[in-house]
């Protein structure tokens, strides 16, 4: 790679890790009980195709054949004087799950349980970090969602 094009490769890194910085001095940091997890995400050619989806939840010890969830929601807030948006779970609900039938003697496993609901979908944007804040004790995952380039065309009825 030539010389110009690795400093001009910097140079936006550079830019945007700075800007990503300036711009957490909006975010508060977490309160008391509280955690505050943090996503920058990479620069895209085309965003409008990317979703993200936060997951929130917590590793706990369950039977294999049911399914549980917690309890809660995702709180969407806006920061006043910056118009940047943060997350906010303030509780985490009790766990609840179907009840089939499992044998006692089967071992418990390990397993991260997570909020119940719909997806939490939000637009992607490489342009500000995305924020959320939850109790202690509680996880924050993601998973980038991506449109395919094939638009397919529907026929009349």
Request: aromatic share 12%; no cysteine.
């Amino acid at each position: 790679m030539k010389a110009w094009a690795t400093s001009f490769l910097l140079l936006l890194f550079t830019m945007s890790v700075g800007q990503a910085a300036d711009n957490m001095k909006a975010f508060p940091p977490a309160e008391e009980g509280m955690i505050r997890y943090v996503l920058l995400l990479p620069r895209q050619a085309d965003e409008s195709v990317y979703k993200v989806e936060l997951i929130i939840g917590k590793i706990a010890q369950v039977d294999k054949q049911n399914r549980y969830f917690f309890g809660g929601k995702i709180g969407k807030e806006t920061i006043e004087g910056w118009g940047f948006t943060k997350y906010k779970v303030s509780k985490l609900g009790p766990m609840a799950g179907t009840l089939m039938a499992v044998d006692p003697k089967v071992p418990k496993e390990f397993r991260f349980i997570t909020l119940g609901g719909d997806p939490y979908i939000i637009n992607y944007n490489s342009q500000l970090p995305v924020v959320v804040y939850v109790p202690e004790g509680v996880e924050v995952r993601y998973r980038i969602w991506t449109a395919s380039a094939n638009v397919m065309k529907m026929e009349k009825g």
